[in-house]
């Protein structure tokens, strides 16, 4: 079974920054591509920030490139998202998702297994 637990969410002033972290069991963590979710009050849930297995290659949504950073430590099994220059909008409950291949899924339909999330508030 894998197992996914995010951590480092919390409140954070508009402007500022923040960093989560995914941890993940399993002995394909290494092999497969890793994103994140996130799902604000109201909305669906949108992808955010993409990985691929070697951490070579990220892929973000529109409304965070250029402001948050995936990365991945695949000798610890962890995922990170860097969330820098935060603004309110950003403000939701943040999912990691390991994917069911290799690359750079933008779809919920790529991923296999889900963290139970994290909140993120960005105030004004």
């Known amino acids: 079974q894998v197992q996914l637990v995010e951590s480092g969410g919390g409140l954070v002033q508009a402007g500022g920054s923040l960093r989560l972290s995914c941890a993940a069991s399993g002995r394909t963590f290494s092999s497969v591509g890793m994103g994140w979710f996130r799902q604000a009050p109201g909305k669906e849930r949108e992808f955010a920030a993409a990985?691929?297995?070697?951490?070579?290659?990220?892929y973000y949504a529109d409304s965070v490139k250029g402001r948050f950073t995936i990365s991945r430590d695949n000798a610890k099994n962890t995922v990170y998202l860097q969330m820098n220059s935060l603004k309110p909008e950003d403000t939701a409950v943040y999912y990691c998702?390991?994917?069911?291949?290799?690359?750079?899924?933008?779809?919920?339909?790529?991923?296999?297994?889900w963290g139970q999330g994290t909140q993120v508030t960005v105030s004004s």
């Open positions: 998702a390991q994917g069911r291949g290799y690359g750079l899924g933008t779809s919920r339909h790529e991923y296999g297994y």
């Open positions: 990985i691929n297995w070697s951490g070579g290659s990220t």
